[in-house]
């Protein structure tokens, strides 16, 4: 894979609980990576109308290298850096040459 195409970057984040001091469950998004990737838009997007609201929902490509450290695991959520953007992981497929990971991703619509 060119390094030349990786414009952008994504946050990896992994969902943890865990307690506070008063021993009260705090839920939230810890960071397992930051990675240069390629952020593909794909042509199909929907558009549903649900709990008062009109939503739109696209889906992404998201192209990155792999990583040796950890498995992507599809529980997580991709944080765009630089946009804001959060995109849920719907599927994982690692490449034939098994140097970069396509992650098929949702974005827009309802948020966990």
Excluded at 25 to 31: A, G, H, I, L, M
């Amino acid at each position: 894979m060119r390094a030349g195409i990786l414009r952008d970057r994504i946050r990896l984040e992994r969902f943890n609980i865990a307690t506070d001091a008063v021993g009260a469950p705090d839920r939230q998004w810890q960071t397992v990576a930051e990675v240069p990737c390629q952020i593909m838009e794909q042509s199909a997007a929907r558009e549903f109308y649900g709990t008062g609201t009109e939503t739109a929902e696209g889906t992404v490509r998201i192209r990155m290298r792999e990583f040796p450290a950890e498995k992507i695991d599809p529980a997580w959520r991709a944080v765009d850096v630089d946009r804001g953007d959060i995109y849920e992981i719907v599927a994982i497929s690692p490449s034939r040459t098994r140097n970069d990971i396509t992650i098929v991703a949702r974005h827009g619509g309802i948020k966990r």
